[in-house]
């Protein structure tokens, strides 16, 4: 059984940064790409910024040059860097990760969300 925690979210007034981490305990072989989505009141989720295994990333539009996905492999753990923060980030944030629980069994986990506001 795989648990994903994330911490770090908040309130933070306009420009100022917040970092997520979400982290994966449990039964771990290894654990492949790692994906941050928010989800604001009314819109659908969206994918915000992605890491693979071998560190190669990639954001969304809207968040480029401002947030950075990073990985602790030794951890089990991503986090998401939020700087300049607008209030159009604010939403739910919730990590995804693509995990091999065993060597034949492969699935994506969802962590519980934390939400992220940031105030004019």
């Known amino acids: 059984q795989v648990q994903l925690v994330e911490s770090g979210g908040g309130l933070v007034q306009a420009g100022g940064s917040l970092r997520l981490s979400c982290a994966a305990s449990?039964?771990?072989?290894?654990?492949?790409?790692m994906r941050w989505y928010r989800q604001a009141p009314g819109k659908q989720r969206e994918l915000v910024a992605a890491?693979?295994?071998?560190?190669?990333?990639n954001y969304a539009d809207s968040v480029k040059g401002r947030f950075t996905i990073s990985r602790d492999n030794a951890k089990n753990t991503v986090y998401l860097q939020m700087n300049s923060l607008k209030p159009e980030d604010t939403a739910v944030y919730y990590c995804?990760?693509?995990?091999?629980?065993?060597?034949?069994?492969?699935?994506?986990?969802w962590g519980q969300g934390t939400q992220v506001t940031v105030s004019p």
């Open positions: 995804n990760l693509g995990i091999w629980a065993t060597r034949n069994h492969y699935d994506y986990y």
């Open positions: 449990g039964s771990i072989f290894r654990i492949n790409v």
């Open positions: 890491i693979t295994s071998d560190g190669s990333t």
